[in-house]
């Protein structure tokens, strides 16, 4: 092993010198924080929302997989770091940099890094949705946001952010169903019920989404809508 990891020595885990139980400890802790980073990239940020909303417009627009679901996951993952920039920056200047320097310890890292993440998902959270984890779990109603447990409010938000998707979703749905539904009328009354009003519908689909640039009208809706 150490022909290929010289520079680890594999005693190292098994030392009972408490400052390399320590950094033991330690990395095991990132190792775990690591695995699970893609669900708190999805449930602690504006990520849910996002690619709910793309999602729809794909299925609104039944271009099956066009944009593909890798270019959605990209746009949204760039998006997400975009509107988290400022909060993302406020707990690096107030956790990660004092914590890498040896100013404060994991806990107090984690407590300030916790503050503007509760910020912001505090602003975007309905209040009955928050209640409901609460009242499950008996707790009291907290009197700040920094008193809310994250255990209430990271499901809380995600389902309110589910909830608003879809209302934006249903905005966006409705425009290409009545073109369906008109495309649909016009073929059973020339008598072409066997023609798919899919097949018909979707250049004039197309065409209106680029008339009125559409991309743009739901980045630009998205982005204000934080």
Known sequence: MTEFLP????????????????????????LTVLSIAPSILILMTSFTRIIIVLSFVRTSLATQQMPPTQVLISLALFMTFFIMAPTFSEINDQAVSPFLDGQITEQQAFDRASVPIKEFMSKHTRQKDLMLFLNYADMEKPKTIEDIPLTALVPAFAISEIKTAFQIGFMIFVPFLVIDMIVASILMSMGMMMLPPVMI???????????????????KSLLLSF
């Open 7 to 30: 520079g680890i020595d594999p005693s190292f885990f098994n030392s009972t010198d408490p400052a390399n139980v320590s950094t033991t400890v330690r990395l095991i802790l990132l």
């Open 201 to 219: 519908s979707l250049p004039f689909k197309i065409l209106l989404f680029v008339m009125v640039d559409g991309w743009y009208l739901v980045v």
